[in-house]
């Protein structure tokens, strides 16, 4: 009798109809909050730095105290070149990387200890704090550990290639003339005796060095090319755009390698996702035919494989370009350069730090200029998101 | 051999293949009973057929195990494959007889667990010796899997695949090679005007003769077959068999089956391995139709399996 009065209390069907829909209507609310707050922070930027969008925005760069003159133009450039260079650096590293952790499993115990202690590392390096790779990227790339020595003021790198050194002095014709550099580190040469230079159209001229109780010259082409003995030249540097020095110090260069660690394990990760999406039934077709390992990855694996990690690899790029924080420890709060970005060992704004300093910038202006430049950055954010997206299914496409 | 070609009933010409022959086809293998059975099914019983005693060697297998694991999967096996004949496999699930398959060309190196002792040997050489270059020995020994696996690429690129690993051939040898290997594997017709397109597009028989053109461009001696049909329609399976049957006058061919009609069909040996271990070997039409055990029997009527 029991059971059948237990199982005549039956529930009412209304209360618990009413349940489900209040219940549904809670997990609607929730839901929409974070699309509400989304929205009103579009909007909130939108409408604090649409106004400020202009041509002159995107190539000007940072003017202090001008806001109408300041612009993202420097930091657009900072922002690629340092994204690029984390891309080249990143990619060939983290595929290498995944086809290790998927196709060579090692057989013997110690290589199968290795591997899971790379496995497990790669995994937890995942979501280490970008900031932790700022102080790193310091370490290895700004100073690298001090093995090369530390670059002082005033005083050329210990290692460098690309660069060459001119003093360059002015005659008594007001005409600068240049000669190379036989130390690249005095800064100063005093001019004992006469020597070959160049002249300010860059034609070869022997320099004139008389004593300075001699009468100086009259004709003028005499003139432009002849000093007083003791006449002091200050040294000079050209750097070709592939100017390169050791250490990195804080450099676009220190920058990008520093944001290819940051991502290194995403795109490693993404990198393994796609190669054990492979059929392995095409490895076993190409290891049939009697490939080895490394035709079966090249000519089979990682085609099949490349559209899932060029996926994995933009994503992990749309992150890096938005880092500020590594960038910060890098390079610097850089805001502005005098000279646009002429090698990698050349520091660079980017727009991240460049959004950072704006905000908290004394004039308020800034802080429109700031939202307009996060624009910028959402911009190409959607649009490296869309070329991934893009690549995506152009693969499945061919793949289909 | 030759002539045996000639004596195939019309219903296995490739090239005048209708459903309506395969209903009368398919009827007649259905009624697996070996005693009603017909001798002119088995190949091996149609006159000019050689009798595989008298054929040389081209595989001979001796006291081999294999072990997966700890699991011990194959003892004691003795087997010799003949030349230029066709040796089907058959046996229940997880009897060994696909990993006996995969031993000899060396496919079971990619599992690290797998095990073996004992000795194949192909001619004079010793497939399981560490020295062995694998990649020679698949050349030598091709292999066609259960689904068929081309690549993602032109149906030219997939034959030319094997060829470009081992050859240094001009573009027009290649061309030769591809049209030599396509047109043994009866597909040229099909394809001969979509070389360059993607071989995805094929039917699923399609694609598994592209794979066995795949497995010749490279010039095997051995083609092994992993169930070949077991993913095809009863029309691409017969002509799979058909190209089965023409190519073992070149190849010595080992089809692993789990369809007792299939290895009566196509085979001129058959091996019967139950739980790991050989209980039968011998031709086709006395294996199904005279087999010496009970398991065998029980087996082939279709009582287990």
């Known amino acids: 009798m029991a059971i059948s009065n237990t199982l005549n209390r039956t529930r009412s069907v209304g209360s618990r109809k009413s349940f489900d829909r209040g219940f549904q209507i809670i997990c609607l609310l929730v839901a929409s909050l974070a699309i509400v707050i989304l929205v009103m922070l579009v909007t909130a930027i939108l409408f604090k730095g649409g106004g400020w969008l202009s041509w002159g925005f995107l190539v000007n760069s940072h003017r202090e105290n001008l806001p109408e003159q300041s612009g993202v133009g420097q930091a657009i450039i900072g922002s690629l070149v340092v994204c690029l260079i984390c891309g080249l650096a990143a990619m060939p590293i983290g595929i290498a990387t995944a086809v290790f952790l998927e196709e060579y499993q090692p057989l013997s115990r110690l290589g199968r200890l290795l591997h899971g202690f790379i496995q497990l590392n790669v995994s937890n390096l995942a979501g280490v704090p970008s900031i932790v790779y700022g102080i790193l990227g310091v370490t290895a790339f700004v100073y690298m550990f001090g093995w090369f020595g530390q670059i002082q003021a005033n005083k050329p790198p210990p290692v460098e290639m690309g660069a060459s050194y001119f003093y360059q002095t002015k005659t008594l014709g007001k005409k600068w003339v240049q000669f190379p550099a036989s130390d690249r580190t005095k800064q100063v040469f005093v001019i004992e005796s006469s020597l070959s230079a160049f002249n300010e159209s860059g034609q070869p001229i022997e320099l004139n060095v008389i004593d300075r109780s001699a009468t100086a010259p009259t004709e003028p082409e005499l003139r432009d090319r002849t000093v007083y003995a003791g006449a002091t030249a200050s040294i000079l540097a050209t750097k070709r755009p592939w100017y390169f020095h050791l250490p990195f110090s804080k450099s676009v260069l220190s920058a990008g390698l520093t944001l290819a660690l940051v991502i290194l394990p995403i795109v490693i990760i993404a990198a393994q996702e796609a190669i054990r999406a492979v059929p392995s039934s095409l490895r076993e077709a190409a290891y049939g035919l009697g490939a080895n390992k490394w035709q079966v990855v090249s000519t089979t694996v990682l085609p099949s494989a490349l559209p899932g990690i060029m996926t994995g690899a933009i994503l992990a790029m749309s992150r890096a370009i938005g880092e500020a924080a590594p960038l910060l420890a890098v390079m610097g709060g850089v805001i502005s350069t005098t000279n646009s970005l002429g090698n990698l060992m050349d520091k660079s704004p980017v727009l991240p730090v460049t959004i950072y300093r704006w905000a908290q910038d004394e004039n308020p202006a800034f802080e429109n200029l700031a939202a307009a430049a996060i624009i910028v950055l959402l911009v190409f954010l959607l649009l490296m998101n869309s070329i991934a997206i893009l690549v995506r299914n152009r693969a499945e496409r061919k793949y289909a | ?305």
């Not at chain 2, 043994?184 to 979509?194: G, N, P, S, T």
Request: contains cysteine; positive net charge; charged residues 20%.
């Open chain 2, 1 to 305: 051999m030759h002539e045996t070609v000639v004596q195939r009933p019309a219903r296995r010409s490739s090239t005048s293949f209708t459903t309506g022959d395969f209903v009368s086809d398919s009827e007649m293998v259905l009624s697996s009973n070996p005693a009603v059975r017909r001798p002119q099914e088995f190949k091996a019983a149609r006159p000019g057929r050689p009798n595989p005693s008298e054929l040389p060697v081209a595989i001979s297998i001796a006291d081999f195990n294999a072990y997966y694991g700890d699991f011990q999967a194959l003892h004691q096996i003795n087997i010799r494959i003949p030349q230029n004949h066709v040796t089907a496999f058959i046996g229940p699930s997880g009897c060994g007889k696909s990993t006996l398959l995969r031993w000899i060309n060396r496919m079971n190196d990619i599992i690290p667990t797998a095990q073996s002792s004992g000795s194949i040997r192909l001619g004079e050489t010793e497939v399981l010796s560490k020295s062995t270059d694998v990649v020679g020995l698949r050349r030598h020994i091709g292999i066609v899997f259960q689904k068929p696996n081309p690549f993602p690429k032109s149906i030219y690129d997939n034959v030319a695949f094997g060829p470009r690993l081992h050859f240094k051939a001009s573009s027009s040898q290649l061309d030769q090679l591809v049209e030599w290997s396509l047109r043994k594997a009866a597909l040229w017709d099909e394809v001969k005007d979509r070389l360059h397109k993607s071989a995805l597009g094929l039917s699923g028989g399609q694609q598994q003769r592209l794979c066995i053109a795949r497995a010749i461009a490279v010039g095997p001696k051995i083609l092994l077959m992993d169930e070949p049909c077991s993913a095809l329609d009863p029309a691409s399976t017969a002509r799979v068999e058909d190209l089965i049957f023409e190519l073992s006058e070149q190849y010595s061919i080992v089809i692993v089956t789990h369809n007792m009609q299939q290895a009566s069909r196509c085979s001129d040996s058959t091996v019967f391995f139950y739980e790991g271990r050989v209980v039968e070997h011998g031709p086709t039409i006395q294996v199904f139709t005279r087999p010496t055990h009970k398991q065998t029997e029980d087996y082939v009527t279709g009582k287990f399996g």
